[in-house]
């Protein structure tokens, strides 16, 4: 495939410019134009599994996210209860699934999954935090 979009761009006469070409197996995308996003890393505090929690830093107030009361999430297998009402929204993540969560008050996240039991984990209030899962394989326990 590599060697095809690298004919492609030489015939276009498009291989001395400066591109960010994404393909897979279905698709080709190719931008002009783009700007390298900072890379953000956090400490893990929880996973059970591929389900992983992070505390990260509030937010820029700018974002204005619409974070809305729940007492559970799903993500995937992942079922998760919360012993008080959270404030949460899901945020784009692809390939996979991503939420911001904001505790107000200390909480216990209660986490249950076919493939991986019940777990349960206390975090601290007044913080955020990062819940991620990436696109589960198929036929594959995650």
């Not at 095809?4 to 276009?12: D, F, R, V, W």
């Not at 079922?79 to 904001?102: C, K, M, R, W």
Request: glycine letters at 4%; a negative charge.
């Amino acid at each position: 495939m590599k060697s095809i979009i690298l004919k492609e761009l030489e015939l276009l006469n498009l291989n001395s410019k400066k591109l960010l070409i994404n393909y897979s197996n279905y698709s080709i995308e190719v931008y002009d134009y783009f700007v390298k996003g900072q890379l953000y890393e956090f400490h893990l505090t929880y996973n059970q599994g591929n389900l992983e929690i992070y505390e990260v830093p509030p937010p820029d107030s700018e974002l204005n996210l619409n974070l809305n009361h729940v007492s559970s999430l799903t993500i995937y297998n992942h079922e998760i209860q919360f012993s008080n009402p959270v404030l949460a929204t899901d945020l784009f993540s692809t390939p996979g699934s991503t939420f911001l969560v904001y505790l107000q008050d200390t909480t216990t996240f209660i986490m249950k999954s076919p493939d991986h039991g019940e777990n349960s984990v206390m975090l601290s209030g007044n913080k955020y935090y990062l819940i991620t899962h990436p696109r589960p394989r198929k036929n594959k326990v995650d």
